[in-house]
Every structure is written in structure tokens, then in C-alpha cells.
């Protein structure tokens, strides 16, 4: 039995009225500590990590408004890679939760509410949905969230990424995506990304080998790794750049016609004697 599935059987035993019920995360140690993304919900307060049957110091908790990812590469994204990298994480949760209040809020809801909050229309951002990740459904959501997490190039294809929903009032958790199931089966990258994302993921290995107090920095910086890996990229670029045709050469001006020179005027008067200058 694998972390997962040890963490949901467990936690439908203790739903159950099993107060024997538990995890034994020793017996998990090349698969923690995990990476949890979930709401900022004050509810889940009281349910992570003890509904996944994990002490705090394996548990990496992440949290944002609706458990949202809304890119491969965008700001949550991010801190779900540096989890892995820099704490150490080698299996990703997405969890969300039933009554989740982004999926209730329209958007004139959210309006009124930005108004109360002293923000105008004039302030906020043309497509409130897509800027907030608003959804209609927790699951989808979830299950969106993991998918754009598999495509990420900053996320390890090794990693297992799995969703759930936590329900609001009893804690009992639904396996929404099993990440060991679509293990490996990741979104094919270009030869490009996949280039760039292996200097990144190396540089942040490097970067988690930092020790704050003996100072030392690794040798290869983040940006130094970005800056080549671009000048590589207008390298790559350079080389299938279509080149337009040079124009036709404009035909060398021809020289215009000579001016004829009038013939010279002979004086009617012969000086014999040259004059002199006084």
C-alpha cells in the first residue's frame, strides 16, 4: 500500500467511528514529506494535517483562495516546485473542499464586494473569472489544478500529483485523481522547454543546498542559469529564422550628357604692349 491510499484508507476507517485508525508514517519515509495545496478557508484549520493521519513536520501546506492553479508556471505553481525542491516534497496534494465560498461568488457578488472594500470597477482587472480562477464546481477544479500541474516543466514527472475533496463537516477525504495511476503520463514538452526547465529544476537543487549559517551560496545562480538558457534560446532561433530575399539592386545611375562648351570669344583689339600694374 502506497502513501495515498494508506492516508485515505486510514481516514475513511476514522470517519467510520475506527478509533484505532492511523498512519504509520515511518513506514512512509521515502514517500513524505507531502506537498498540500488547499483553501484559505478557516474551516480546514482544524483538519490538516490530522485527516491525513500526518504529523505536522511531513506535511508541507499550501494554501490559496480555492486551492487555484492557474498556469504551469504561475505564482502558486512556483511555491508547489520550491516545496519539492527546496523542502524536500516528493508526492503533491491538491485538496479542496465541498461549500467552497469561491465557487458560490459571482461576480457581481465579488463587485459588491470589492465596492465595500473600498475598490472600483476601474481598478480590477476586465475578466474577474479568469484573474480570480473562479469556478462552478470543486471538483473540476481539482482536477484542472492537477492537470496543470502534470504540464508544469518546473514540476518533476516523477512526482506523484494527486486530487481530493475534504467534505467541510465530517473530514473524510474522496480520491479524486490518483497521481500514481497517471504517473509518467505527462503532457509532452518541446525540446526547448524541457531543456530550460532541467537548468531550472537544477539551479533550485542547487539553491536548497544553501545553509544560512555558514553563508554559502551555490555556484550556479538562478538567473545566471535563465540569462544563458535565453541566449541559448535566440541562438536556437537564429538558426531556423527565415532570412528574406536581399531586393533587386537599383540599376547605377548613368552619367548625363556633357554640356557643350562654347567656343571662345577672340578680342578685336591686339595689345602689342602688355600692361603693366602701377
Known amino acids: 500500500m502506497r502513501l495515498l491510499e494508506a492516508i485515505v484508507d486510514a481516514n475513511h476507517r476514522a470517519v467510520a467511528g475506527d478509533t484505532h485508525a492511523g498512519l504509520r508514517p515511518a513506514e512512509f519515509e521515502e514517500e513524505l514529506p507531502l506537498v498540500g495545496l488547499t483553501c484559505i478557508d ?3 484549520n482544524s483538519f ?3 485527516v491525513l493521519g500526518l504529523p505536522g513536520d511531513q506535511f508541507i501546506w499550501l494554501r490559496n483562495a480555492g486551492n487555484v492553479i492557474t498556469g504551469p508556471l504561475s505564482s502558486t505553481t512556483r511555491s508547489v516546485s520550491l516545496a519539492c525542491v527546496v523542502k524536500g516534497g516528493r508526492e503533491i496534494a491538491v485538496i479542496g473542499h465541498t461549500d467552497c465560498q469561491i ?3 459571482s461576480t457581481m457578488q465579488l463587485l459588491e464586494g470589492f465596492q465595500a472594500y473600498g475598490i472600483g470597477r476601474a481598478n480590477l482587472p ?3 473569472n479568469e484573474f480570480f480562477g473562479l469556478y462552478g ?3 473540476q477544479n481539482v482536477i484542472k489544478a492537477v492537470d496543470l500541474l502534470r504540464q508544469s516543466p518546473i514540476i518533476s514527472p516523477h512526482v506523484p500529483i494527486h486530487g481530493l475533496i475534504v467534505d467541510s463537516d465530517t473530514g473524510k477525504l474522496e480520491w479524486l485523481v490518483n497521481g500514481y495511476e497517471i504517473l509518467g503520463a505527462a503532457v509532452p514538452k518541446s525540446d526547448v522547454t524541457v531543456d530550460l526547465a532541467n537548468q531550472t529544476l537544477t539551479s533550485l537543487k542547487e539553491l536548497a543546498a544553501f545553509k544560512i549559517g555558514e553563508l554559502k551560496f551555490p555556484e550556479g545562480k538562478v538567473g545566471e542559469v535563465m540569462t544563458g538558457a535565453r541566449d541559448w534560446l535566440t541562438q536556437q532561433m537564429e538558426q531556423v529564422r527565415i532570412i528574406p530575399a536581399s ?4 540599376p547605377a545611375p548613368t552619367a548625363p550628357p556633357p554640356h557643350p562648351v ?3 570669344i577672340r578680342p578685336r583689339i591686339q595689345l602689342k ?3 603693366k600694374p602701377r
Open 42 to 44: 478557516p474551516r480546514l
Open 48 to 50: 490538516f494535517p490530522s
Open 103 to 105: 465557487r458560490t461568488s
Open 126 to 128: 476586465d475578466n474577474l
Open 137 to 139: 464546481s470543486e471538483r
Open 247 to 250: 531586393p533587386p539592386a537599383a
Open 262 to 264: 562654347p567656343p571662345r
Open 273 to 275: 604692349t602688355p600692361i
